[in-house]
């Protein structure tokens, strides 16, 4: 059993940035793979980045390569997501997830642990 919680989401402008957190408490967090998803009003949840295990393999989708940056660390049970240059597009609620499956399946099934999201809003 994995508990996730994220925070640092907020109220932001047209290119801020921001700096997600994930804390882990649970067994074996080093064994899991995380990601991030988010999820717009009215819109399935997406895939935004994964990491592996041990913070050498990353996936990113297309639309935040270049502005969000995955990392772990595997000493404090914690994964952040640092946003950069974000847009309003952006906007929605994000959640980290946990999973012993494969890095590269990014559809939310995969994930066997989810943390309760936190909002980011950017506005425009």
């Known amino acids: 059993q994995v508990h996730l919680v994220e925070s640092g989401g907020g109220l932001v402008q047209d290119g801020d940035s921001l700096r997600l957190s994930c804390a882990a408490s649970?067994?074996?967090?080093?064994?899991?793979?995380m990601g991030w998803f988010r999820q717009a009003p009215g819109k399935e949840r997406e895939f935004v980045v994964a990491?592996?295990?041990?913070?050498?393999?990353?996936y990113y989708t297309d639309s935040v390569k270049g502005r969000f940056t995955i990392s772990r660390d595997n000493a404090k049970n914690t994964v952040y997501l640092q946003m950069n240059m974000l847009k309003a597009e952006d906007t929605a609620v994000y959640y980290c997830?946990?999973?012993?499956?494969?890095?590269?399946?990014?559809?939310?099934?995969?994930?066997?642990?989810w943390g309760q999201g936190t909002q980011v809003t950017v506005s425009s």
């Open positions: 649970g067994r074996a967090f080093s064994s899991y793979h």
């Open positions: 997830a946990a999973t012993l499956g494969r890095l590269s399946d990014r559809h939310p099934t995969t994930y066997d642990y």
């Open positions: 990491i592996n295990w041990n913070g050498v393999n990353t």
